[in-house]
C-alpha cells in the first residue's frame, strides 16, 4: 500500500459493509438498550419509594449485633441516586453501539466517505470502555456494601478509582486513534495508539476479573453478615463476571486485528466485526438484562443495608 498522501490509493474498508447486519446490531441494541433503561429506572424508583424499611436504611430495631458489625462507625451508606449514577457510562455506552453501527449502515452506501466511517470506527471502538466503568462502579459498591473491601487486590482505599482511571486511559488511547486511522499518514500512529488502548483494558480487566473470583470465593469468610443475606449479591457478580468475560474476548480480538494491521486477516474479514464485537457487546447488555431479574445492585444494597435475610 502506497503512502502517498494524495490518498489515490488508500481505502477506507477492505469489503463493502453489509447495511443489512448493520441496521439489525442497530436495531437490536435499541432494543436492549430501551429495555435495561427501564429496568434500571423501575429498579431505582422501587428502592426510592417509602416503604415500612426504607430502602438503603437500616432500622434500629434490626439485629442490632449484625448491624453494629456491617454499618460502624466508618462505614458510609450508599444512596440510590449515588447507585443510579454508575449506570450513565453504561447508558452512553450502549447508545455509541447503537450510533455506531447507523453509521455503519450509511457507510455501507458509500465506503469513501470519511465521517461515517470516522464515526463507526471511533464509537465501536470506545463503547466496550463505558461498559467497562459501570462495571467496575458497580462492583466497587457491590463489596463496600458487603463490607469485602478488603479482597480488592489493589488498596481498598483506591480500588475502583485504580480500574476506572484504567478505563479512562484506554477510551482515550483508543479515541484518538480511531480518528488518526481515518487518514493515510495518521494510519499507522492512530493503529498504535489503538493497540495500546487495547492493551491497557485488557490489562485492567484481567486483573479485575481475577479480583471477582477472589471475591467469589473470600466473601463467605469476610462478610460479616453473609449467613443473614439472600444470594442476590451472587446474581449481580454473576452479571459482572460475564460480562467482562464477553468484554475480554471482544477485547482480545480487536487486539489482534489492530496488531495484524491494516492488511490483515480479521480487518479484511466483515464478520469479524459482527462475531466478536457485536455480538459480546449484545451479549453483554442481555446479560445486564436477564441478571437484573435474579439480583440487581439496588436490591442487594437495601437488603444489605436493612440486613433482611
Known amino acids: 500500500m502506497s503512502n502517498d498522501s494524495s490518498g489515490s490509493e488508500w481505502e477506507l474498508y477492505r469489503y463493502t459493509p453489509s447495511k443489512g447486519a448493520a441496521i439489525a446490531l442497530t436495531v437490536l441494541f435499541i432494543v436492549t438498550t430501551l ?10 424508583r422501587k428502592a426510592s419509594k417509602p416503604e415500612v424499611d426504607n430502602p438503603f436504611d437500616t432500622p434500629v430495631d434490626k439485629c442490632e449485633s449484625i448491624t453494629a458489625i456491617s454499618l460502624g462507625e466508618n462505614y458510609k451508606k450508599l444512596t440510590v441516586r449515588s447507585t443510579f449514577s454508575a449506570f450513565i457510562p453504561l447508558f452512553f455506552g450502549c447508545i455509541m453501539e447503537i450510533v455506531g453501527y447507523i453509521a455503519r449502515a450509511v457507510s455501507s452506501s458509500n465506503t469513501k466517505e470519511i465521517a461515517p466511517y470516522v464515526i463507526q470506527a471511533v464509537l465501536l471502538l470506545i463503547a466496550p470502555a463505558l461498559y467497562a466503568a459501570t462495571i467496575y462502579m458497580l462492583f466497587g459498591r457491590l463489596l463496600h456494601v458487603m463490607r469485602c473491601e478488603s479482597l480488592m487486590i489493589v488498596s481498598s482505599r483506591f480500588g475502583t478509582s485504580f480500574f476506572v482511571f484504567g478505563d479512562v486511559v484506554s477510551f482515550c488511547l483508543q479515541a484518538a486513534g480511531g480518528g488518526l486511522m ?48 439472600s444470594k442476590k449479591w ?26 495484524e494491521g491494516y492488511d490483515g486477516f480479521i480487518i479484511s474479514h466483515e464478520y469479524f466485526i459482527y462475531v466478536f464485537d457485536a455480538v459480546p457487546m449484545l451479549l453483554a447488555a442481555i446479560v445486564f438484562i436477564v441478571g437484573s431479574f435474579f439480583g440487581n445492585i439496588f436490591t442487594t444494597i437495601t437488603e444489605c443495608q436493612s440486613l433482611k435475610p
Do not use: K
Open 182 to 229: 481515518a487518514t493515510v499518514n495518521g494510519r499507522t500512529t492512530g493503529s498504535n495508539l489503538i493497540t495500546a488502548g487495547l492493551v491497557i483494558q485488557i490489562v485492567f480487566f484481567g486483573v479485575f476479573i481475577i479480583n471477582e473470583f477472589r471475591f467469589s470465593y473470600s466473601v463467605a469468610r469476610v462478610c460479616p453478615f453473609y449467613r443473614h443475606i
Open 234 to 259: 451472587w446474581f449481580l457478580n454473576l452479571t459482572l463476571m460475564l460480562s467482562s468475560i464477553l468484554i475480554m474476548v471482544r477485547s482480545i480480538v480487536r487486539l489482534v486485528e489492530f496488531v
Open 35 to 44: 429495555i435495561y433503561s427501564f429496568q434500571v429506572v423501575w429498579d431505582a
